[in-house]
């Protein structure tokens, strides 16, 4: 499964399929602060009305965002600490990964290349079952907008990947940010 996403900001997003249906989206509204404010995240839902076209949505999840202390998830009537929900693994200042245990009990884990996230099973065999491409700019091939790529094996929680992924992401354009501020030069994707 392909999902595209409309925007490489992953907090104010619509994540669409193959066949162009939106399923999923992201807001943030912008928050500036120790509390940097709380992204939603919303699923498309079936339509109640057979005449109603217009889309409809429930809330997935939330993640308050903050800067000093674990940012929380709130999901399925739970609030969970991102240290507790998808801890940091690795050596500080390396890039690191986060791990997860998937609704299926089995561990996760994603981790944070230079150019893209990638997520895997945690266990020896490292079996890849998701991976972000960036949008592509159609210099060097096809121009693309930036799609979450996701192996069948995980579709049955799909809306897990969908809400540690956009965790994952901004904690990595966060990453990326931060490089370039340091280097004092643009890093390109």
Do not use: C
Not at 48 to 66: G, K, N, S, Y
Request: charged fraction near 25%; aromatic fraction near 8%.
């Amino acid at each position: 499964m392909r999902l595209t996403l409309s925007s490489e900001t992953v907090r104010n997003a619509v994540m669409r399929n193959e066949s162009g249906q939106i399923l999923y989206r992201t807001f943030h509204p912008l928050k500036l602060g120790i509390n940097q404010g709380t992204t939603t995240i919303q699923k498309i839902k079936p339509n109640d009305d057979p005449t109603d076209m217009r889309d409809q949505f429930d809330v997935l999840a939330q993640i308050e965002w903050h800067l000093t202390t674990p940012t929380v998830f709130r999901m399925h009537g739970q609030e969970l600490p991102s240290n507790v929900f998808i801890p940091r693994h690795g050596i500080r200042g390396r890039l690191s990964k986060r791990t997860f245990t998937g609704q299926d009990g089995r561990p996760y884990r994603w981790d944070m290349h230079r150019h893209v996230v990638v997520l895997s099973r945690n266990d020896e065999t490292r079996e890849e079952l998701a991976r972000y491409h960036r949008a592509t700019l159609g210099i060097l091939g096809p121009k693309q907008r930036p799609y979450l790529e996701i192996h069948p094996d995980v579709w049955h929680m799909l809306d897990m990947i969908v809400v540690t992924f956009v965790y994952i992401e901004k904690l990595h354009m966060d990453k990326d940010r931060g490089a370039q501020r340091n280097s004092g030069t643009r890093v390109i994707p």
